[in-house]
């Protein structure tokens, strides 16, 4: 157990719709990270997030945004969802920013399939 | 802009056989490399790390050298078990941004 935690563990829905993706990072970890896991691209990095504020942003699509609260969780929200948006969706967390030798570590991801 | 580059799976040995799973990189820099498995319905764990060359990082029978001469770190194992298979990704982190470049994965299946 990484300490990370993702919900919800598995996400159907329909083209055009919108859904909220949460995680936690563990105790005292700053750094918050989404990253996506599809078929035909692979592991791709979308969005970091480092005690509230944006720190580095990947190939995040328009129609998908992310925040990091108060408390640290952070919440991706993707719209407009379209087919080829169902993927696994992974949450990490570090506890510093800034440090490319930082571990980062993984939630158990959000399954999502968009019919 | 970076890049990770796999061997490609998959990649079926007998238990007890020797395992290479090589690596090889492209960056900007001196990242830091990572090794982290994915077991079935699981996310991902650091298997192992090395933040600079000729570093070697290891973990649970698992090796991997920093190579910075070939861009290299290719992970290695002496005898594999069934409870190794899994999915290995390598990955690097770049000192201007903290993201996790990875590669494509290699399947690993171990028969008893």
């Known amino acids: 157990d990484s300490g990370v935690t993702q919900t919800p563990k598995h996400l159907i829905t329909a083209t055009g719709q919108r859904v909220t993706l949460r995680c936690s990072p563990r105790?005292?970890?700053?750094?918050v990270y989404w990253y996506q896991q599809s078929l035909d691209q692979g592991l791709q990095f979308l969005i970091q997030?480092?005690?509230?504020?944006?720190?580095a942003k990947g190939n995040i699509l328009e129609r998908f945004s992310a925040q990091q609260f108060p408390d640290l969780h952070s919440e991706l929200n993707l719209s407009s969802l379209e087919l080829g948006d169902s993927a696994l969706y992974f949450c990490?967390?570090?506890?510093?920013?800034?440090?490319?030798?930082?571990?980062?570590?993984f939630g158990p991801g959000t399954r999502l399939l968009v019919l | 802009g970076d890049s990770v580059t796999q061997m490609e799976g998959p990649v079926t040995l007998s238990e007890e056989a020797f395992l290479t799973i090589n690596c090889t990189y492209t960056?900007?820099?001196?990242?830091?490399l990572f090794w982290y498995v994915q077991y079935p319905g699981e996310g991902l764990q650091l298997l192992l790390k090395?933040?600079?060359?000729?570093d070697k990082g290891s973990n649970k029978g698992f090796e991997a050298t920093y190579r910075k001469e070939t861009t290299s770190f290719h992970l290695e194992k002496g005898s594999v078990q069934v409870s190794d298979s899994a999915v290995y990704f390598c990955?690097?982190?770049?000192?201007?941004?903290?993201?996790?470049?990875f590669g494509q994965g290699t399947r690993l299946t171990i028969n008893p």
């Open positions: 105790s005292g970890d700053l750094s």
């Open positions: 960056a900007t820099g001196y990242p830091s």
């Open positions: 990955a690097l982190s770049d000192k201007g941004a903290q993201k996790l470049v």
């Open positions: 090395a933040t600079k060359a000729d």
């Open positions: 990490a967390s570090s506890a510093r920013a800034g440090t490319p030798a930082e571990t980062q570590y």
């Open positions: 997030y480092y005690n509230g504020e944006e720190r």
